[in-house]
């Protein structure tokens, strides 16, 4: 984890259709329980926009080893 924030854009979680929207709404719930609790999301010109101390790496490394699925 950084110690500053980051602001990433994630031009595949627009609004529409309904799966990209659920998915950005998947990616800021997982990111918020399991990595940064004060991550927060938006969006704006139909992208999503996710500001999490994790930047575009240890966003990529959270999803590839520490993300756990859970029941």
């Known amino acids: 984890m950084a110690d500053s924030w980051a602001e ?3 031009p ?3 609004p529409t259709p309904l ?3 659920l998915k950005a709404l998947g990616v800021l719930r997982l990111v ?4 940064d609790p004060e ?8 992208i999503f926009h996710l500001t999490s101390t994790l930047d575009v ?3 990529t490394s959270f999803f ?6 859970r029941r």
């Open 12 to 14: 595949g979680c627009s």
């Open 64 to 69: 590839l080893f520490r993300y756990t699925p």
């Open 32 to 35: 918020a329980e399991q990595a």
């Open 57 to 59: 790496d240890a966003l």
């Open 8 to 10: 990433l854009a994630l």
């Open 39 to 46: 991550a927060r999301g938006w969006w704006q010109d139909d």
């Open 19 to 21: 799966a990209h929207y």
